[in-house]
């Protein structure tokens, strides 16, 4: 019995070491499966056919008959090795380690990097200090002038596996949660876009179904199409495709959108490397992509991504092209040439943003100060990840910051975008356990805990014809960098109530200058102002055929973010109309107009000016403090200071007249601070048209 125990343990052991070896495919390995062995070669020379080609989609294709082969023969090395390889290069990098270290079991030499190989998907699969010690062993055997040629990249490599031991020691504190089947699909899903307000998604896809219906040869996917989806009842609804003339039968893709939603930066892959075109939403329809103001920007370089500024003033695009260049793609900023009508000459970012590696995905926080971008140089945990970037006061950019494990990992993060609050990061990620091959994730910033608000999230902007209304609890989050307002809301005819097109201009009222200029949407009526915080803003809204409405918010510096609900109604030409000045300032007691009332009192100047028979009441109001005669006194004052002011530009002294009305006419309550407020005020009524 013992012996016949000895012998089944010797038995055991030899099909053991025999199952570890590195077993070639030939007749003398598999004597007796000459079909099966027939099979397994010419799937292995189909493989072999496209790896050679050595590009992305062909490592892919080439996958599919290795594991074929695989299946036959587990114990090949260079099987192994070669599908680790087309692991490493696909969208799928972590599933690489396992067959690595089978290849370097059977056969710890068999290709002259496999220990570099195996230290990047110990890399990839945060096995770090194990991915260090290949990495070294690669440096270990290289020769002099190997080593002097390939020591910066390894190097750049430990370099990435240090920083994401420090980083996995510290993790922020953050959610990052699958958005679901309703974006994502079995096909890659990625360049998510939002609104500031987070009302909107825009997002790129390459599922079936993409106008023309045209698959890529390269990798056998399809063509990419734009698709959008809106949140309802704080879950996004099933994206639909956009369609003509945003989508065409060439690649079509997300890559910026203004806070508003208004305006977006598609990329058109058939000219060049790929260039940069903007549409506009014009109601319901978007305009057909174009690129006749960026001349300055495309190039014959690979144009990639790009972001509005706030104010729509300044774009920060990112590019390929040599001139400038620090490295392969850098962040480059342009200005709107109002004269020219088109963005003006681009600039290099800075030196401190970009670096002799890649930068992608730039996207600009609406709060005006706030970069983020993806790069694979210094500070990266591996691959692509996501940085931020401050502007200072003084005009100078911030030493990137890394945004943290488990936001980035060793692979590549890319495509980051954030709302308004700070609150929700929207990104791409192939993590294992998605519905495809990339899949987008929303990242929840924990803060300090805050109780459940109300917030009522309106839907910004309509692709199709009955837009959506939502109400949702959330938790509210602090994110104190985020100095941001956002003012929303419908405007509207007063009488009939329906949407009006109106132009919403923003003004700084201490520098008397024109920030931006925006427009409600024509078919909707709704609008959305990002204002960040720092400043005292004068809001006027105008539209052909209505008297303008205005709006006064002053921001101090510290201000976080807040939503602001304001809809607004927009009065005829009428006898009789009233239209209450909120950006008309007095020194403090006093009727002398301060410098921020200019560009208020040049609106009701230019007001005047267009309609040259109208005749119009100045009044001033008071709240109910102090007596009757001193208000009585400072409410006339302070109407004729500003009937002065006109006359002074030219406007004839008998189309206007000055009244104060002291405390008679509240039109809110002086029982509280923020009424009085309100009752303080200067006034504008149509005496004749």
Avoid at 120 to 148: F, G, M, T
Avoid at 321 to 346: A, L, Q, V
Avoid at 509 to 536: A, D, F, H, W
């Amino acid at each position: 019995m013992k012996q016949y125990l000895t012998i089944i343990l010797a038995f055991v052991l030899s099909f053991s070491v025999l199952s570890q070896q590195d077993t070639p495919f030939d007749k003398k390995a598999f004597p007796n499966d000459k079909d099966g062995l027939k099979e397994a070669l010419k799937n292995i020379k189909a493989g072999d056919e496209l790896y050679e080609l050595d590009n992305y989609g062909s490592y892919s294709k080439a996958l599919e008959f290795y594991l074929k082969a695989y299946q036959f023969n587990p114990n090949n090395a260079m099987l192994n090795y070669k599908i680790g390889t087309s692991y490493l290069y696909s969208t799928q990098k972590e599933k690489s380690l396992s067959y690595f270290e089978n290849a370097f079991k059977l056969n710890n030499h068999i290709a002259s990097d496999i220990n570099f190989k195996l230290g990047a998907a110990l890399h990839l699969n945060l096995k770090l200090d194990e991915a260090i010690d290949k990495y070294n062993a690669y440096k270990r055997q290289l020769s002099p002038k190997d080593l002097a040629e390939k020591r910066k990249t390894i190097d750049k490599k430990i370099s990435e596996c240090e920083i994401g031991k420090k980083l996995i020691e510290n993790p922020v504190r953050a959610f990052i949660d699958n958005v679901g089947p309703n974006i994502n699909s079995p096909d890659p899903d990625y360049s998510p876009l939002i609104t500031a307000d987070e009302s909107m998604m825009i997002f790129t896809s390459r599922r079936e179904g993409t106008t023309g219906d045209v698959i890529s040869e390269e990798d056998g996917k399809y063509y990419e199409d734009i698709y959008y989806s809106y949140k309802q009842n704080g879950e996004w609804t099933p994206a639909l495709n956009i369609g003509k003339p945003l989508n065409t039968k060439n690649n079509d893709a997300t890559i910026g959108l203004s806070s508003d939603g208004q305006k977006l930066f598609t990329f058109q892959g058939k000219d060049n490397g790929g260039d940069i075109m903007v549409a506009e939403l014009d109601g319901e329809e978007w305009t057909t992509p174009r690129d006749k103001e960026l001349k300055n920007i495309n190039t014959e370089g690979h144009e990639s991504a790009a972001s509005f500024s706030f104010d729509g003033k300044t774009m920060y695009f990112v590019t390929d092209y040599p001139e400038n260049n620090m490295g392969m793609h850098d962040i480059f900023i342009s200005y709107w040439d109002e004269n020219k009508e088109r963005w003006g000459k681009p600039q290099n970012l800075s030196n401190v943003v970009n670096s002799e590696y890649d930068e992608r995905g730039v996207f600009m926080h609406p709060d005006g100060r706030t970069l983020f971008f993806s790069s694979n140089g210094k500070g990266s945990m591996g691959g692509y990840d996501v940085f931020k970037t401050t502007l200072t006061d003084e005009g100078y950019w911030s030493e990137p910051e890394n945004l943290g494990y488990p936001i980035n990992t060793p692979g590549d993060d890319n495509f980051f975008v954030i709302d308004g609050s700070g609150r929700h990061g929207y990104y791409a990620s192939d993590k294992e356990g998605g519905y495809g091959a990339h899949d987008i994730y929303m990242i929840t910033f924990l803060g300090p805990e805050k109780p459940l608000v109300q917030s009522n999230d309106n839907i910004l902007i309509a692709s199709i014809a009955n837009p959506i209304t939502e109400t949702f609890i959330e938790e509210s989050v602090e994110i104190a960098t985020m100095r941001l307002t956002i003012l929303k809301g419908t405007i509207k005819d007063a009488f009939t109530q329906d949407p009006v097109e109106a132009e919403i201009e923003i003004v700084d009222n201490e520098k008397n200058e024109v920030i931006s200029v925006q427009k409600s949407n024509k078919s909707t009526g709704k609008y959305l102002v990002s204002l960040p915080s720092g400043k005292n803003y004068g809001i006027a809204v105008k539209s052909e055929g209505y008297l303008f409405h205005s709006e006064n918010f002053d921001i101090p510096s510290a201000t976080n973010y807040q939503e602001v609900y304001k809809d607004i109604l927009l009065s005829k030409m009428a006898v009789g109309t009233k239209i209450v000045l909120k950006n008309i300032f007095f020194d403090y007691a006093k009727a002398t107009l301060r410098s921020t009332s200019f560009p208020e009192l040049d609106r009701l100047y230019n007001l005047l000016v267009e309609f040259p028979n109208m005749r119009i009441e100045i009044s001033g109001h008071t709240d109910n403090q102090g007596s009757r005669t001193t208000n009585e006194k400072l409410s006339g004052a302070r109407a004729k200071s500003v009937v002065d002011y006109l006359v002074k530009k030219g406007i004839d002294a008998s189309r206007l007249e000055s009244k104060g009305y002291a405390f008679d006419q509240p039109i809110a309550t002086n029982d509280t601070e923020e009424g009085r407020q309100q009752n303080r005020r200067v006034e504008f009524k149509v005496l004749s048209n």
